[in-house]
């Protein structure tokens, strides 16, 4: 499906364009036909972005629909701002506009809920859906089941687990949620124990089975050799789904070394043309940043200088990217510049904090200067929050995993920050809870997820009262 969505989503753009266009004029011309095609092409680009261009980023049907409307609005975005520089959009009448606007990606998400119908149909009925059953029920097994049961364009018809453990076993850690899956599961009637492990391999040979996906933890090396020695005498096709969840895995990715393939545990995921696109699109939107606040900037540094003595701005060494220390640019908002091996969190009604500071730290103006920062490449606009480098000496010893953070740069606002984790850390749960966003921020990375939670940032800054 992945070759003939791009197809699908064009004919839904064009397509709509040429009724709209039809029906308002009796025809389409050359420039209609342009607008149509570069729309497309536009919004195919942004699917690669946003991940609506691989069946197995497209989540459930109501994160696709959401996912489409906010792709073609930026597709529409970026349509009038070609149209602004290049004036063609003055070709086109606005209700013939607005009117395309709206329905396009209503278009898109009809073709896409009908090939979603049409192949879980196809699959409920075993047409061109390969037969998996999976060797182990544990928690890896649960989940590989359920991302095949939840998506049927990957054309995969469950049949059901296989194990020689007893799924009444005493739990093992994560592994034995049993009783959540069986009662509690979406799935729940698929979630069961079809036999041992010599039975599978009887319905392999048997051809019964048409592929097997082998789930049991790497501990259990003499299973899974015996499962492969013994599905050698069948055709059937094997798999080996790795058990990495016994490792806090960030961003992994599998590469290769000379032929040796291997996977990341922790790593970086900018790397190249990922890191470019980044990279470029923090210094346009940081300078466009600094272009708009210029006025306010001058004015908040005024009203800093009169309000209260010492310098404008505030430098403090924080941690940046690999751990290394930078300077990061604030609007000096305390009549203190604690900048030592021990800083003191701001609390409420912290004493230390100037009236003028008080607004802009609530409002996180004074955080405007870090642009400067994301311009110079020592931050990016979304990112970990960086922590003063003495809060990072004590909370890298507390918390497991807590240097993690630092795999990629710094930002000015996070996943963290727009899921309310703002203000004082008063409690270790509170950083544990802002460092899991953080981790989670860098395995789910994409240009996309950056823009909504810039978009989300604007709305959610000035409704959270933890800040001071």
């Known amino acids: 499906m992945d070759f003939l969505q791009p197809i699908l989503d064009s004919a839904a753009i064009v397509g709509s364009l040429y009724a709209i266009k039809y029906v308002a004029h009796g025809g389409v011309d050359d420039a ?18 946003s991940g609506l261009a691989r069946s197995s980023d497209r989540g459930n049907a109501n994160h696709e629909v959401t996912a489409i409307f906010l792709t073609w609005l930026t597709t529409v975005m970026s349509l009038a701002m ?26 898109i998400a009809l073709s896409r809920m009908i090939v979603r119908i049409i192949l879980q149909s196809a699959l409920e009925h075993g047409y061109g859906a390969r037969r998996v059953a999976v060797a182990g029920m544990n928690e890896l097994g649960r989940q590989t089941a359920s991302n095949m049961l939840d998506d049927p364009s990957l054309g995969y018809s469950f049949v059901g687990f296989y194990d020689d453990r007893s799924v009444d076993r005493p739990a093992e850690s994560v592994s034995d949620r049993k009783d959540h899956f069986q009662e509690n599961g979406r799935h729940a009637h698929r979630h069961k124990l079809e036999g041992n492990l010599a039975e599978m391999v009887r319905r392999c040979r048997q051809r019964e089975i048409d592929t097997v996906m082998i789930t049991l933890p790497m501990r ?17 096709s094997v798999y080996i789904v790795p058990d990495f969840f016994v490792f806090e895995l960030l961003h992994s990715r599998w590469t290769d070394m000379g032929g040796l393939p291997a996977v990341s545990v922790f790593e970086n995921p900018l790397f190249g043309v990922d890191g470019a696109v980044k990279r470029a699109t923090d210094v346009l939107l940081a300078m466009a940043g600094l272009t708009v606040a210029a006025i306010p900037m001058t004015l908040i540094a005024l009203g800093i200088k009169l309000t209260s003595k010492g310098p404008v701005f505030f430098r403090q060494k924080r941690y940046g990217l690999d751990g290394k220390e930078i300077l990061v640019w604030k609007f000096r908002s305390m009549r203190t510049c604690d900048n030592g091996p021990v800083v003191k969190q701001a609390t409420k009604d912290d004493p230390r904090i100037t009236p003028l500071g008080r607004i802009l730290r609530k409002t996180s103006l004074d955080e405007l200067p870090q642009l400067f920062n994301v311009v110079e490449g020592t931050m990016s606009l979304v990112g970990p929050r960086p922590h003063a480098t003495a809060h990072n000496e ?52 994409s240009l996309w997820l950056d823009l909504k939670i810039l978009f989300k940032t604007l709305t959610v800054v000035w409704k959270q009262d933890a800040a001071y």
């Open 32 to 49: 209609g036909i342009m607008l149509g095609l570069i729309a497309a092409l536009t919004f195919l680009c942004l699917c690669k972005l």
């Open 394 to 445: 004590q909370y890298r010893g507390l918390i497991h995993g807590y240097m993690l953070r630092h795999k990629v740069k710094p930002g000015i606002t996070g996943l963290a920050q727009v899921n309310g984790c703002r203000g004082e850390t008063e409690t270790i749960d509170k950083m544990e809870e802002r460092v899991q966003w953080d981790h989670q921020y860098i395995r789910r990375w």
């Open 82 to 107: 070609i149209g602004f520089a290049t004036r063609y959009g003055q070709v086109f009448a606005r209700s013939v506009m607005f009117v395309w606007f709206l329905i396009a990606p209503m278009m």
């Open 220 to 236: 259990a090396e003499d299973r899974i050799r015996f499962l492969l020695d013994q599905l050698s005498d069948t055709t059937v």
